[in-house]
């Protein structure tokens, strides 16, 4: 699902000690992957739903929402985003409670750069081919299944496919022949109308909102931004 040295992974940083954050972004930075900070916990919880980040390394003594909080939070709302805690607090209550909540890894500070590198490495592996949200949209790769604000939705091999590649883009027009090529490895054939057909059954399954026909041009799949 993304290249194999993660090399182009987005990293969201939740951390509001501007040393740190630094420290961690330029050491990120100079592995390769790409970075953005935030420095207060609606920030956080608002970018990590938003589907643009691979991972999040969330700081517990943030201000407004605490990283509990905003854990919490995302696993409410089943996202699957892997989430590294990284906090000052090292007592065993603080580490069990941030794993129960959804964690998936938790480092105490002061820390090793090499270490949170291994550890962050690890756990994209681990969230590999396993599933794509986007704002109330899951799509789980290794159930096959979508989720709809909770609502599980079964899918064929190639409404899973096609939704794939419409969540991959989200907010972009994808022209017909895109999709006929992507999704089923067909040449461009304007006669086909075997993309639309498939459109009609997401919408039957997902609701029709979602995916927008743009005129002469081919579908858009359109998700609120996440609050």
């Not at 550890?119 to 790769?141: E, F, H, K």
Request: hydrophobic fraction near 45%; glycine fraction near 8%; charged fraction near 25%.
């Amino acid at each position: 699902m993304r290249p194999a040295e993660n090399a182009s992974a987005h990293i969201l940083i939740a951390e509001d000690e501007a040393e740190i954050a630094s420290f961690v972004g330029k050491g990120l930075r100079s592995h390769g992957f790409l970075t953005t900070v935030v420095t207060n916990g609606a920030a956080a919880r608002h970018r990590a739903l938003s589907g643009n980040f691979d991972l999040l390394i969330l700081d517990l003594g943030l201000p407004d929402e605490d990283g509990f909080t905003v854990l919490s939070h995302l696993r409410a709302v089943d996202c699957p985003l892997p989430v590294i805690i990284l906090t000052a607090r090292s007592g065993v209550v603080d580490t069990v409670k941030g794993l129960e909540e959804g964690a998936n890894d938790y480092m105490s500070k002061p820390f090793r750069f090499d270490e949170l590198l291994a550890r962050v490495r690890l756990r994209l592996q681990d969230g590999d081919n396993s599933a794509l949200y986007r704002a109330g949209l899951v799509l789980d790769g290794r159930t096959r299944q979508a989720r709809v604000d909770g609502r599980i939705v079964d899918l064929s091999p190639r409404e899973f496919a096609l939704l794939e590649v419409m969540m991959r883009n989200a907010g972009r027009v994808l022209l017909r022949e895109q999709l006929l090529s992507t999704v089923w490895g067909y040449d461009a054939d304007e006669a086909s109308n075997i993309v639309d057909v498939y459109v009609r059954y997401l919408r039957r399954k997902l609701g029709t909102a979602l995916i927008t026909t743009v005129r002469g041009r081919g579908y858009r799949l359109d998700l609120p931004d996440a609050t």
